[in-house]
T-cell receptor, first 112, second 114 residues
């Protein structure tokens, strides 16, 4: 079956540092890949997505590239802000009714 | 548009009690989902629905029932709550066409079972 593995956290960075959160997946076929973000006390929001190999999703300075050869979808941001502190989830969706399989989540804390 | 709403936001139950969580969406989405979120485990799919009057089991369906009598509503029921069902529950919905696979989430319900 499908599965998603994220790097373990928590991740603690200083403001303006470079961020990478690793995500690898196992799936049959050609899944779509997503990054969701959850701010404290809120539900999940879609951050970015990619629907086919070599696609790059980007939003709010975050980027991730769909790498089929390495089955990866790593999240990057060049300069993080305190407001980026949140939990980040990598997820994939196969072809069955849009059901999502999530990674375990990575807590990011950014200090001033 | 309110998007996806959930009621209640918080609830404390005693073991053996029952309750229903309500999810409502105003985006005319066909698909709706219930997830539970537990520390270190991400979100796991409990049940889902691909249209009014239909429901299907997800990854962790035991101890839960669902109903989708109206397209905009998706109810999650716990008939006899257990401490293992202490969790945060999220509802989500998604449409078809261009935004297929893009799920919109509600704010969550924090449930504690004593």
């Amino acid at each position: 079956g499908n599965s998603v593995t994220q790097m373990e956290g928590p991740v603690t960075l200083s403001e303006e540092a470079f961020l990478t959160i690793n995500c690898t997946y196992t799936a049959t076929g050609y899944p779509s890949l997503f990054w969701y973000v959850q701010y404290p006390g809120e539900g999940l929001q879609l951050l970015l997505k990619a629907t086919k190999a070599d696609d790059k999703g980007s939003n709010k300075g975050f980027e991730a590239t769909y790498r089929k050869e390495t089955t990866s979808f790593h999240l990057e941001k060049g300069s993080v802000q305190v407001s980026d502190s949140a939990v980040y989830f990598c997820a994939l969706s196969g072809t069955s009714y849009g059901k999502l399989t999530f990674g375990q989540g990575t807590i990011l804390t950014v200090h001033p | 548009n309110a998007g996806v709403t959930q009621t209640p936001k918080f609830r404390v139950l005693k073991t053996g009690q029952s309750m229903t969580l309500l999810c409502a969406q105003d985006m005319n989405h066909e698909y709706m989902y219930w997830y539970r979120q537990d520390p270190g485990m991400g979100l796991r799919l409990i049940h889902y629905s691909v249209g009014e009057g239909t429901t299907a089991k997800g990854e962790v369906p035991d101890g839960y029932n669902v109903s989708r009598l109206k397209k905009q509503n998706f109810l999650l029921g716990l008939e006899s709550a257990a401490p293992s069902q202490t969790s945060v529950y999220f509802c989500a919905s998604s449409g078809q066409g261009r935004f297929y696979n893009e799920q919109f989430f509600g704010p969550g319900t924090r449930l504690t079972v004593l």
